[in-house]
């Protein structure tokens, strides 16, 4: 590890020892804007306070596993030793950077999510439903919850498209670089001759725009419709017109809603997407002129994007932003998306670990 994280680490580490002695002062307890404050910064520190202690005491691991290299009886059993807390302490340290990344406010948000069958019909659709399955295990790993916004169901019970909100701390932050295309690579279970196809899925991950952002958006910008929802077969689920259509005059971006039985719900559902849609366009502009290193290495999170490959046969995901294979597809597709995400999270912030 470099020594500037060291370094960095050691001072956490005595601001963490500074803030416990002050949460015992009575003045501190007293007071408990103050308190609150410090307890807040003292929860955050302390994780990664716990991670440089265990990366100390594997350095200590390793130098006294390293003295028993020398005796030949004890060679093979040392050299195991070795790979085991090597390959550990890399852990380590990629958790210790990781929660040394400093985040924009935007992470923190909640999210929403579109998930799209786009070219292989329904291959596509129920593909994109696994899709949504693989996030909704993710998305219980850490105890966020799901608003569904829309779905639209296909023939084989797949889905041609499904939109929700992601409610959680940090959910943006780390579901942001899902957005782009999602090609699975698998031989469809309509296949009669064995035949592995390509299909594909498209991924969009906005941020759910804060009050300052709605407040800069017009109202007379916004058309709203409204309509009976329908359930399947065209048949009406619901005799008064609940079902609301919202369309952003400007740049014609239109949502729908008719999840709830109430319209006042679905127009609060329809607009909060369309306020992330017109966000998500308002930022792509604003990032167009900078961080081109990053883009070109993570792309654009444009749907055109190809993001990742999910070969069934083969068990094997690559990412092709960062040219990561793993063989893990079976583990991914259960919700352990961080074998991904981690990895793409250190490499777009890797100049941020420059000595």
Request: net charge positive.
């Amino acid at each position: 590890m470099k020594n500037s994280i060291i370094s960095k680490l050691v001072f956490i580490k005595n601001r963490y020892k500074e803030i416990e002695n002050d949460l015992n002062k009575i003045k501190i307890i007293n007071n408990k804007n103050i308190y609150k404050k410090l307890s807040k910064e003292y929860s955050k520190l302390g994780e990664i306070v716990n991670y440089f202690l265990i990366w100390k005491k594997l350095q200590k691991d390793i130098k006294i596993i390293k003295s028993f290299l020398s005796d030949d009886e004890m060679f093979d059993l040392a050299e195991d030793e070795l790979k085991k807390n090597y390959s550990y302490i890399k852990i380590i340290e990629n958790k210790i950077k990781l929660l040394l990344i400093p985040s924009c406010q935007e992470d923190t948000f909640n999210c929403f999510i579109e998930i799209r069958a786009a070219t292989g019909g329904n291959e596509a659709a129920i593909f994109a439903k696994e899709l949504f399955k693989m996030y909704y295990k993710y998305i219980e790993l850490y105890n966020w919850n799901i608003e569904f916004i829309s779905i639209c169901n296909s023939d084989l019970n797949g889905y041609k498209e499904i939109i929700f909100k992601v409610i959680g701390k940090g959910a943006y932050g780390r579901l942001k670089f899902e957005s782009g295309g999602h090609r699975v690579q698998r031989v469809p279970a309509t296949e009669s001759q064995g035949r592995v196809h390509t299909s594909t899925c498209t991924v969009a991950v906005m941020s759910e725009s804060s009050n300052n952002e709605i407040l800069k958006i017009n109202s007379n910008d916004i058309k709203v419709d409204s309509y009976r929802s329908s359930g399947a077969g065209g048949q009406h689920v619901n005799t008064t017109d609940s079902a609301i259509r919202v369309t952003h005059l400007p740049t014609g971006i239109t949502v729908e809603c008719q999840d709830e039985r109430s319209q006042h719900k679905n127009k609060a559902k329809a607009l909060s997407v369309l306020y992330a849609r017109i966000n998500a366009i308002r930022l792509a502009k604003l990032r167009a002129n900078r961080d081109a290193t990053r883009r070109s290495l993570l792309g654009t999170g444009d749907r055109s994007d190809r993001n990742r490959t999910y070969n069934f046969h083969q068990g094997r995901v690559t990412d092709h932003r960062i040219n990561l294979t793993l063989y893990q597809l079976n583990e991914i597709m259960s919700g352990k998306l961080d074998l991904l995400i981690e990895p793409i999270l250190l490499k777009y912030n890797s100049n941020k670990f420059i000595d």
